[in-house]
T-cell receptor, first 115, second 110 residues
Framework: ETGVTQTPRHLVMGMTNKKSLKCEQH?????MYWYKQSAKKPLELMFV???????ENNSVPSRFSPECPNSSHLFLHLHTLQPEDSALYLC??????????????FGSGTQLSVL | TQLLEQSPQFLSIQEGENLTVYCNSS?????LQWYRQEPGEGPVLLVT?????EVKKLKRLTFQFGDARKDSSLHITAAQPGDTGLYLC??????????FGTGTRLKVLA
């Protein structure tokens, strides 16, 4: 496998469920990102990890909990979500060299529906 | 709130036509990237521009970064159905932080 892989591709969950999204990158990158893409809003940055350390939390509600056990894997743990959290959740990675124009490589996303 | 406005929001054209997509902001960005996203997939990077006034060409696509580094344009010559997709600009605001534009959905009809 190459690139950035996200699982599952689709997820339907109730508001009381707990689920996790998984992202794995095979590019040897050191930075990983979670973005949220809603139907009528621009792509929103949620979290950034660089060398497993969280460097950005864009005021994301605590019902979203990220985890980065190593530079290749990133998780997003979900609990007690709201219907307005339904969206496409995209994972991305970049080299993580701290330069100003890092290139982002995105996965195909997880389409989440909260009922 | 830093906002990158793209225009037009939607564009439907015939194969062979030319088009320009604009990305505007009141903020200065360290770099500007353009991505294309197809249905069911994540965005794919097309180009990065970093210098004010910079022009880059990628086959039939021409990208320009404004002199003041607040705006950018994407021009496609002789559009083809394979160019269909959602075009996103993204402005760099420091390390690892990118502000994405509102998007332009392009459909090229055969």
């Amino acid at each position: 496998e190459t690139g950035v892989t996200q699982t599952p591709r689709h997820l339907v969950m109730g508001m009381t469920n707990k689920k996790s999204l998984k992202c794995e990158q095979h590019l040897g990158h050191n930075a990983m990102y979670w973005y949220k893409q809603s139907a009528k809003k621009p792509l929103e940055l949620m979290f950034v990890y660089n060398f497993k350390e969280q460097t950005e939390n864009n005021s994301v509600p605590s019902r979203f909990s990220p985890e980065c056990p190593n530079s290749s894997h990133l998780f997003l743990h979900l609990h007690t979500l709201q219907p307005e959290d339904s969206a496409l959740y995209l994972c991305a990675s970049s080299q993580g060299q701290g330069i100003l124009n890092e290139k982002l490589f995105f996965g195909s996303g997880t389409q989440l529906s909260v009922l | 709130t830093q906002l990158l406005e793209q225009s037009p929001q939607f564009l439907s054209i015939q194969e062979g036509e030319n088009l320009t997509v604009y990305c505007n902001s009141s903020s200065v960005f360290s770099s500007l990237q353009w991505y294309r996203q197809e249905p069911g997939e994540g965005p794919v990077l097309l180009v990065t521009v970093v210098t004010g006034g910079e022009v880059k060409k990628l086959k039939r696509l021409t990208f320009q970064f404004g002199d003041a580094r607040k705006d950018s344009s994407l021009h496609i010559t002789a559009a083809q159905p394979g160019d269909t997709g959602l075009y996103l600009c993204a402005g760099g605001r420091g390390t690892y932080k990118y502000i994405f534009g509102t998007g332009t959905r392009l459909k090229v009809l055969a």
